[in-house]
C-alpha cells in the first residue's frame, strides 16, 4: 500500500460484517441512496449506521459493485419513474403521468393515455383501418354477389300474370293484363332506324360505354332514398335488365343494386348487339305489344323488318309511355292522355328523334325531311274478352287504382293481382239494355244519315250509402269504341246543374243588393222554394249591386228561355223556385246565381262531389244553367249526395285488391257533410216535383217516389236525365259525336232532327232509358220514401227588371205551360261571342274542361282545348273519371 493512501480507521465495534455495512456509502462524488432504496436493515428500524468516512472508488463499474455487493444482489436497483423525484420508489408520486398498461389492445378505443374528449377521438390509424377493412367487405359481398346472379333469359324472366277482376258478388269478371303480346326476332330483322332511334334517344354512347351510368345509378338511389319515384335504368343495358327482370318490379335498393349488378355482368359478358336486340324485343311500346315486332303489328299491322325510318323514330317515342305517346289517347289511365294531347307530344317526340338521328350522323337530312308528320297509324284493337261493357270496367277499375296510386301502371301490367270491383253484373247487363233497346227502336243512321250517325249513349249508377260505382255504360262497344261515355265526353250538362244552385241559396243564401259583394252568413237571406224570381224571356240579368251584367264588348245580356217563351205570373212573370225548377226557366235561375254568388254556385257544386277541373265558365252568369262538363259517373255521384240526406262520398270502382302476398288495398268509405238534412232534403223535394208533374214525367217509376232533372244544352248538342231514389242515383247523357276521326278537330253535332224528333230533350230518349233501366235495378227492392222536409228559408221577391217590349218572336206562355217543354241553355243572340267572355267557357263543341278522373286526380282546364274530344275528365269516380262528360 502506499505510503499515500491512509488506512482508513478501523471500526468500533462489530467485525467484519460491520466494515462490509460501512462500505455501502456512496461512491467519491454521488449522494447516497436514500434509505429504503438500498433495503437495508436500518429501513426497517434497526438502527442509525455509523457514518464512514468516504472512500474513493476508480470509476463507476467499481463503485456499482461495491452497492451491489452491499446489498447482497448483483442486480440492479429499479430506476424511479420518468419525471419524479430523485430517489423515489418505483410507482410513487411524481410530478409526470402514471406509465401505460404494459398489455398493448387490438383497438385502442378509448384511446389510453388520453384524458377528456380526447379519449373519444378515433385516431388515424383506427378510422383508416375501419374504413379499409368496410371497403373490403363491401368489395368481396359485391363480389360474390356478382358471382351468384346470371345474365337472364328474355324468354324465360320476361312474362306476366293475369289479374283477374271480380263483379262485386265475388263472381269473376274477367282474366287479363298479363298474356305477353311479344315475338322474338333476331336483330337482323330489326331496321338499323329503329336502332339508331333508340341510342340517339335513350343511349348515344351505347357502343362505347360499359352498360351502366354511375350518374343515373346515384340519382336513382336518391330519390329512393328520399321518398320519391324511382327513375329507370339510364341506359340501354340497364333498361334492358330492368325489362327482363319484370318477375321483380319492387322500388328497393336491394332490387336496384341487384339490376346495377346484372348490367355489369350483362355488360361485360354480352355484345352489345345482343343486348340491342334483347332490348328491342323486351321493350313496351303500349297496346299490350312487347317487343317490336308485336309493336309494328299493333300500330302499324306490318312486320319489324318492314318499318320505315320515321315509323321507328315514332315507336322509339312509345318507349317514354304508351299512355302518354299513343296517338289514339289513353284517357282510361289519365284524363291529360287525350287524343289531341299525345297526337302533339308524339310528333314532338318524333321530330326530336330524328333530329338527333341526324345529328349524330345515323340518318341523312335528305331522307329526315320525308317524315313531318305522325305516320298513319291504325286503332287499337282490345281482346275479345274485353268487348261490350267489360273493357269500360277494366279501364274504369285500372284507372281507379293508378289515379288512387294504389298501383302503378307497371305493376298492372306485370299482373298477378285480384280486383275485387263494385260493379253489379245484373245492372251493368240491365243499363245495356236500356240503352240499346232505345237506340235501335229510335236511332235509324241508315235512313236518317244527316241526323242519326255518330249518335252515342253513356250512363252511370252510384249508390248513394257508398259511393260505389254499381254500373255504366261506356259506349257500344269497348273494342269499337274507346272513348268510355260514362266517364268522359265533353258533354255539357245544361239545367241539370240547377239543383246546385238551389242549394247554394239555401245553404247561403242570397246577398243584400246594397251590401259589399263579399258578405258573411248571417248578414245574407236563406231562400226558400217558395221565393219569386221573373220567369221572363229575354231578361236582363243584374249583378248584386244592381248593375245590369254586360258581356265582353259591354253589351247587355238577355237571357232566353227554351223556345224563347217567358213563364210565370203576368205582367212581370215572376214564378216561385220550385215551379221555375220543374220547367226549367232559364232566367229565374241565372238571376239567382247571380244574387247568391257564382263563388257560391261553384263551391256548392264541389260540395256535391263535382270535381273543380269540370266547372267551365265560373264567372259567366250561364254557368248556374250547366255549361260545365262533368261525367255521368260524377253527375250521378252529385246528386247521390242529395239522396243522401247531404252526405257526400266521392264514386269509387274498386273495393279490394289482393296479390300472393296479401292484401294490396280495401276501401273505406269516407262521408262529409256537403249539405245539411234540411237543405238537401229541401232539393230533393223540388226534385220530386220535376218528375211529378214537370218536364221529367217519363222518369216515373211504379210505385216509387223519384227526384230528377232533365237538361238540354245550347244548339241541341246533348241531352240529359239526372235522378235518383233513396237507393240508387243514375245519370243518362246522350250527343252526337264522331270520334272515329283523326288528325282533325272534332265537335260536337247538332241533334236536330235526330231520332224523327224535332229536337232531343232530356225529357225524351235519356229520361226513357233511365225510367226502363231503374224499373228493372230496383226490381225487388223494397220502395222508400225520401225524408220529408223541413221548412227553410224566407220568401224572397225578386223585383224584374224593365225588359224590352215583347217582339212577334216572342211567345208568351201562362204559368202552367204543357208538361213537357223542352229546357236548354239558350244564347241571349245569336252570336256565341255574346254569350261567352272566352270560347272555352261555352264552347258550342259542348265543353271541353277536363274534369279530373275517379282516380282523384284533377286536371286543370284550358283554355285552347276546344274540341270537346271526351277527355276522362272529372271524374275521379271509379277510374278517370272524365269530368266533362256529363
Not at 190 to 215: C, H, L, R, W
Not at 255 to 282: A, P
Not at 621 to 648: H, K, L
Request: proline share 6%; aromatic share 8%.
Amino acid at each position: 500500500m502506499s505510503e499515500h493512501r491512509r488506512k482508513p480507521p478501523q471500526p468500533q465495534g462489530g467485525g467484519r460484517a460491520a466494515a462490509r455495512r460501512g462500505q455501502s456509502g456512496s461512491s467519491s462524488g454521488r449522494r447516497a441512496a436514500p434509505r429504503g432504496a438500498t433495503g437495508s436493515p436500518a429501513d426497517y428500524g434497526l438502527g442509525q449506521q455509523p457514518v464512514e468516512e468516504e472512500r474513493p472508488y476508480s470509476g463507476r463499474a467499481e463503485a456499482r459493485r461495491a452497492a451491489q455487493r452491499s446489498t447482497g444482489s448483483r442486480r440492479r436497483a429499479p430506476e424511479p419513474a420518468r419525471g419524479g423525484r430523485r430517489g423515489a420508489p418505483p410507482g410513487g408520486p411524481g410530478r409526470g403521468r402514471a406509465a401505460p398498461p404494459g398489455k398493448k389492445r387490438i383497438i385502442d378505443y378509448p384511446r389510453a393515455g388520453k384524458y377528456g374528449a380526447a379519449r373519444w377521438v378515433p385516431s388515424w390509424k383506427l378510422v383508416t383501418g375501419l374504413f379499409i377493412g368496410f371497403f373490403g367487405s363491401m368489395v368481396a359481398a359485391a363480389g360474390i354477389a356478382y358471382a351468384m346472379v346470371g345474365v337472364p333469359d328474355l324468354a324465360k324472366t320476361a312474362t306476366a300474370q293475369n289479374n283477374v277482376f271480380y263483379w262485386s258478388d265475388g263472381s269473376e269478371m274477367v282474366a287479363t293484363g298479363g298474356e305477353t303480346n311479344r315475338q322474338i326476332v333476331n336483330l337482323s330483322q330489326i331496321p338499323k332506324e329503329m336502332q339508331y332511334a333508340v341510342i340517339s334517344q335513350e343511349n348515344k354512347t351505347f357502343y362505347t360505354d360499359s352498360g351502366i351510368d354511375p350518374k343515373g345509378i346515384a340519382r336513382a338511389l336518391f330519390n329512393m332514398a328520399r321518398g320519391g319515384e324511382t327513375q329507370g335504368g339510364s341506359t340501354i343495358t340497364q333498361q334492358y335488365v330492368k325489362n327482363a327482370m319484370l318477375a321483380d318490379q319492387s322500388q328497393t335498393v336491394s332490387r336496384k343494386f341487384k339490376e346495377i349488378l346484372v348490367s355489369i355482368k350483362v355488360g361485360s359478358t354480352m355484345k352489345k348487339d345482343e343486348i340491342m336486340q334483347g332490348y328491342l324485343n323486351s321493350a313496351y311500346y303500349g297496346r299490350g305489344a312487347y317487343g317490336i315486332q308485336a309493336a309494328a303489328r299493333a300500330y302499324f299491322n306490318k312486320d319489324a323488318v318492314d318499318l320505315d325510318p320515321g315509323q321507328c323514330a315514332f315507336l322509339a317515342a312509345m318507349l317514354k309511355g304508351a299512355t302518354y305517346y299513343d296517338p289514339a289517347g289513353a284517357t282510361s289511365f289519365d284524363e291529360a292522355a287525350t287524343p289531341q294531347a299525345n297526337q302533339k307530344r308524339a310528333l314532338a317526340q318524333m321530330q326530336n328523334t330524328l333530329d338527333k338521328m341526324v345529328q349524330y350522323g345515323h340518318l341523312s337530312a335528305s331522307e329526315r325531311a320525308k317524315f313531318t308528320t305522325l305516320p298513319k297509324w291504325q286503332n287499337p284493337r282490345s281482346n275479345n274478352k274485353l268487348s261490350g261493357q267489360v273493357g269500360y270496367l277494366v279501364d274504369l277499375a285500372k284507372a281507379y287504382l293508378v289515379n288512387k296510386k294504389i298501383l302503378t301502371s307497371d305493376q298492372l301490367e306485370t299482373g298477378g293481382y285480384s280486383i275485387y270491383t263494385t260493379f253489379d253484373k245484373k245492372k251493368v247487363k240491365q243499363l245495356q239494355t236500356a240503352v240499346t233497346n232505345i237506340q235501335k227502336a229510335n236511332i235509324k243512321p241508315k235512313q236518317r244519315p244527316k241526323t242519326d250517325t255518330h249518335v252515342q249513349f253513356g250512363g252511370a249508377s252510384v249508390d248513394p250509402t257508398s259511393g260505389a260505382i254499381e254500373a255504366i255504360y261506356g259506349g257500344e262497344d269497348a273494342t269499337k269504341h274507346f272513348t268510355n261515355n260514362a266517364d268522359s265526353t265533353g258533354a255539357q250538362v245544361g239545367s241539370t246543374f240547377k239543383p246546385f244552385v238551389l242549394a247554394a241559396a239555401m245553404k247561403w243564401g242570397v246577398r243584400d243588393p246594397e251590401g259589399p259583394e263579399e258578405q258573411p252568413q248571417d248578414e245574407r237571406t236563406q231562400v226558400s222554394p217558395k221565393s219569386l224570381y221573373s220567369g221572363k224571356n229575354k231578361l236582363k240579368i243584374k249583378e248584386y249591386n244592381g248593375d245590369f251584367w254586360k258581356d265582353d264588348k259591354g253589351k247587355e245580356w238577355l237571357q232566353t228561355n227554351d223556345g224563347n217563351e217567358s213563364l210565370g205570373n203576368p205582367p212581370d212573370y215572376r214564378i216561385d223556385l220550385r215551379e221555375a225548377m220543374q220547367f226549367s226557366v232559364n232566367s229565374a235561375y241565372v238571376q239567382l246565381g247571380m244574387d247568391v254568388g257564382l263563388d257560391k254556385v261553384k263551391e256548392s257544386a264541389e260540395d256535391a262531389g263535382i270535381l273543380p277541373g269540370s266547372l267551365a265558365g265560373t264567372s259567366f252568369p250561364s254557368f248556374s244553367i250547366g255549361i260545365s262538363d262533368p261525367s255521368a259517373i260524377r253527375m250521378a255521384g252529385a246528386y247521390a249526395t242529395f239522396a243522401s240526406s247531404g252526405e257526400q262520398r266521392d264514386p269509387y270502382s274498386v273495393q279490394k285488391v289482393t296479390s300472393r302476398d296479401g292484401t294490396v288495398y280495401s276501401h273505406k268509405v269516407v262521408s262529409k257533410e256537403a249539405f245539411t238534412p234540411q237543405v238537401a232534403d229541401n232539393v230533393t223535394d223540388v226534385l220530386k216535383t220535376v218528375v211529378d208533374k214537370g218536364t221529367g214525367t217519363s222518369a216515373r217509376l211504379t210505385g216509387r217516389q223519384v227526384a230528377g232533372k232533365t237538361g238540354t244544352t245550347d244548339g241541341n248538342k246533348s241531352a240529359w236525365f239526372v235522378g235518383y231514389t233513396p237507393q240508387l242515383s243514375t245519370a243518362i247523357t246522350m250527343f252526337r259525336l264522331d270520334d272515329n276521326e283523326k288528325n282533325k278537330q272534332r265537335e260536337f253535332l247538332e241533334m236536330y232532327g235526330t231520332g224523327g224528333q224535332e229536337k232531343i230533350h232530356g225529357a225524351s230518349f235519356p229520361a226513357e232509358i233511365w225510367h226502363d233501366y231503374m224499373e228493372q235495378a230496383l226490381k225487388g227492392q223494397q220502395a222508400k220514401d225520401f225524408p220529408t222536409p223541413e221548412p227553410i228559408g224566407e220568401i224572397v221577391n225578386d223585383v224584374p227588371s224593365p225588359t224590352p217590349s215583347i217582339t212577334p218572336s216572342e211567345t208568351v206562355t201562362s204559368p202552367t205551360p204543357s208538361p213537357t217543354p223542352s229546357e236548354t241553355l239558350t244564347s241571349p243572340s245569336p252570336s256565341p261571342s255574346e254569350s261567352c267572355k272566352f270560347s272555352w267557357q261555352c264552347s258550342t263543341n259542348g265543353g271541353t274542361d277536363t274534369g279530373g278522373t275517379d282516380g282523384g286526380v284533377t286536371s286543370t282546364p284550358t283554355a285552347t282545348d276546344t274540341s270537346g274530344t271526351g277527355n276522362t275528365r272529372g271524374n275521379g269516380n271509379g277510374g278517370l273519371f272524365g269530368g266533362t262528360g256529363g
